[in-house]
């Protein structure tokens, strides 16, 4: 029987994991010790599966100090029980002051939506940024170019997750009681790395609508 180590690939993972474990503790030799003591981020990241969107790399953050959540298209539906546990926990347990929902341009989920084409059973969960297309049909049909079209969608699903997440019974709870956690929304870009900001950051329930139609309208001009 092949011992799956003979596999290089896949023993590559564990070099990797042992040469970075060297480099860690070069610059920083206590950080393992500290990690296992315990877990206070102050940020959440909701994102796309996508791997060229590493979160802890993008935002330049060592190991424990982002709480991350990751599925295809950076989608939060209020159905979405995986989603809404990670939430909760982020903000009722770590107290996570600041929630980013973090699309990315080039994204295949949101491309797939708006080329029409089907992927199989996918299609199901892309149906989310289906709505967010079909909403906002106007500003997506008044550019021409596809590419600009395709950049518009991500950041329109980018905002639409996060005023998802501004809904949910566990952020409304939270800012009912007076506890600090923002929720913001942005984009990242493959071509360049650069995190950018939507004009979404929501830090009370009275904010919720009035921020989004705001964050709309910089985009449309």
């Not at 566990?170 to 950018?196: F, I, M, P």
């Not at 329930?205 to 309208?217: K, T």
Request: charged content about 20%; proline content about 3%.
């Amino acid at each position: 029987m092949m011992n799956a180590l003979d596999d290089p690939a896949y023993r590559l993972l564990f070099d990797n994991n042992r040469a970075w474990v060297e480099s860690v503790q070069r610059t920083d030799p206590a950080l393992f010790e500290r990690l296992a003591q315990q877990q206070t981020p102050k940020y959440f990241w909701i994102g796309c599966s996508d791997s060229r969107v590493p979160a802890n790399e993008v935002i330049n953050l060592a190991p424990g100090e982002v709480f991350v959540h990751r599925n295809v298209a950076n989608v939060v539906p209020q159905s979405d029980l995986n989603a809404l546990s990670t939430l909760q926990f982020a903000v009722d347990i770590l107290k996570v002051e600041h929630v980013l929902v973090v699309g990315h341009y080039d994204c295949s989920g949101v491309k797939t939506v708006l080329e029409g084409r089907r992927v199989g059973l996918a299609d199901n969960w892309l149906g989310h940024v289906r709505e967010v297309m079909d909403s906002h049909a106007n500003q997506l049909d008044a550019l021409a170019d596809p590419v600009q079209r395709h950049d518009r969608l991500c950041e329109l699903n980018a905002l639409e997750q996060a005023r998802n997440v501004c809904r949910t019974t566990v952020v409304q709870d939270a800012w009912s009681r007076g506890q600090h956690v923002t929720v913001h929304a942005c984009v990242y870009g493959l071509k360049d790395g650069l995190l950018r900001d939507l004009s979404y950051s929501v830090s009370r329930a009275g904010e919720v609508y009035s921020q989004f139609d705001i964050a709309l309208g910089r985009l449309a001009a």
